[in-house]
């Protein structure tokens, strides 16, 4: 599917290394906050807390009315984005977090609860559904300016997001935020094979990828690859950004250690992101699979016991692809 866009109005290009300097003393202000937060949800394997910062910062920076969740898990970048939110403080600010894990509601938000007041909620709606199936054109419709922090995994669901919510969003300012993937160039991964096979699809126990500086497990490595190749977008690197405008300033660097500490920053993000507000004309989408309609609205929750031991795999692997 091809669509033809002409901007509307000039969108401000968001830089990860940008915001994370332009709001340290912001999220040093908020910096117990945030770490009683880290502290409920309890499963730091997931994102680690200078990822917090780098999310928040980003966020703060775009100001987005809507933050779009694909995939929460124990809710880690639940959290942190919509402590954002609430650091924003100024018109009608959403986080709508799509998940089939009932983790949220059975283990986080409980623990969540004893350090915020409930009002700290308000502006978030965690849903237990099917993201392939979920209505995208009634949420995104009324919504101006849209972040999507991808992190639900396999090609149905990058289908999904490239070729159903993309489409809807392209002529609005949007980011699309991918987590899991990250940049040789600043991870101290290991390149080679060992006894691993090739990569074959997600398989958190053993063979990844690597494509260019891309080191990732996850099928949406391909698929944004692919993507914005064809779409001749950037793919960002927040490695690379944080390094450009924090990393190569010795002075900025120092500060900025002094103020949030070695938990609250690093110069590895392991994420990655990508607009398509860097040019206007054509763009391609793939064609998303159908959908379910009887799927819509129905609950389908990921076993505790199967979400644990995905945890436990992941946590492994973020050992060795470990921040500077």
């Known amino acids: 599917m091809e669509i033809v866009f002409q901007r509307k109005e000039t969108f401000k290009l968001v830089n990860a290394g940008t915001s994370y300097w332009n709001h340290r003393i912001t999220l040093a202000k908020d910096k117990e906050n945030i ?15 200078c990822q917090w910062a780098q ?18 898990g124990r809710g880690n970048s639940t959290c942190a984005f ?25 283990l986080t938000k409980p623990r969540v609860s004893q350090v915020v007041p409930s ?8 849903l237990q559904t099917d993201i392939l199936s979920f209505d995208y054109q009634l949420l995104l419709s009324e919504k101006r300016k849209i972040l999507i922090f991808w992190d639900a995994h396999g090609f149905e669901v990058a289908e999904c997001v490239l070729g159903r919510i993309l489409p809807l969003v392209a002529a ?15 991870t101290e991964g290991n390149r080679f094979y060992g006894e691993n096979g090739l990569w074959k699809g997600n398989n958190w126990s053993g063979p990844r990828l690597r494509i260019g500086n891309i080191d990732s497990a996850v099928e949406q ?10 779409n001749k977008l950037n793919l960002f690197s927040a490695d690379e950004a944080i390094r450009e405008e924090i990393g190569n300033d010795p002075q900025k660097l120092s500060e900025i250690r002094r103020i949030l500490g070695d938990d609250m920053f690093s110069m590895a993000a392991h994420w990655f992101y990508f607009s398509l507000n ?23 929750p990921v076993p505790a016991e199967q979400a644990s031991l995905l945890g436990k795999v992941k946590n492994k692997i973020r050992s060795v692809l470990k921040p500077w």
């Open 172 to 186: 609005k300012p949007h980011w699309v935020i991918m987590h899991d993937l990250s940049d040789t160039r600043s």
């Open 82 to 106: 919509t402590e954002a939110i609430h650091l924003i403080n100024s018109g009608n600010r959403q986080v709508v977090s799509l998940c089939l894990s009932d983790d949220w509601d059975k």
């Open 221 to 230: 490595a391909i698929a944004a690859i692919d993507f914005t190749t064809r």
């Open 119 to 126: 009002s700290w909620f308000s502006p978030l709606q965690t």
């Open 278 to 300: 860097e040019r206007e004309g054509t763009f391609t989408f793939p064609k998303p699979g159908p959908v379910n309609k009887a799927l819509i609205g129905a609950k389908n």
């Open 35 to 49: 770490a009683r937060l880290f502290k409920a949800v309890d499963h730091p394997g997931d994102l680690f807390l």
């Open 55 to 72: 999310l928040m910062s980003m966020t703060l920076e775009f100001e987005p009315d809507l933050v779009l969740e694909l995939g929460r």
